[in-house]
């Protein structure tokens, strides 16, 4: 079945970094556009960033410059690199894959910025 397992979340302080890790299985991932999302307490889901088959990045507006997604198809694995971390950053980050089948999603994973 499909799968999506993120890893890599935790507490880090205001201008730090994360990595998060999202491990695919159960659809040909290769050819499938990957994105993370994040949910904040009280707030809506909402994309973080996007990167296709062909390795084309996509990111909202207020994302750019501090996120970068990337992926490993031979590892049918998808990361995101998180700079200069805010405590507005902080919230659940959840991986997603758009799937003709129906979206898939991860558990997620807390990422908490604080001093």
């Known amino acids: 079945q499909v799968q999506l397992v993120e890893s890599g979340g935790g507490l880090v302080q205001p201008g730090g970094s994360l990595r998060l890790s999202c491990a695919a299985s159960?659809?040909?991932?290769?050819?499938?556009?990957m994105r993370w999302y994040r949910q904040a307490p009280g707030k809506e889901r909402e994309l973080v960033a996007g990167i296709t088959s062909a390795g084309v990045t996509t990111y909202p507006d207020s994302m750019k410059g501090r996120f970068t997604i990337s992926r490993d198809n031979a590892k049918n694995m998808v990361y995101l690199q998180m700079n200069s971390l805010k405590d507005e950053d902080t919230a659940v980050y959840y991986c997603?894959?758009?799937?003709?089948?129906?979206?898939?999603w991860g558990q997620g994973t807390q990422v908490t910025v604080s001093s």
């Open positions: 997603n894959a758009p799937l003709l089948i129906g979206a898939a």
């Open positions: 159960g659809f040909i991932f290769r050819i499938s556009t």
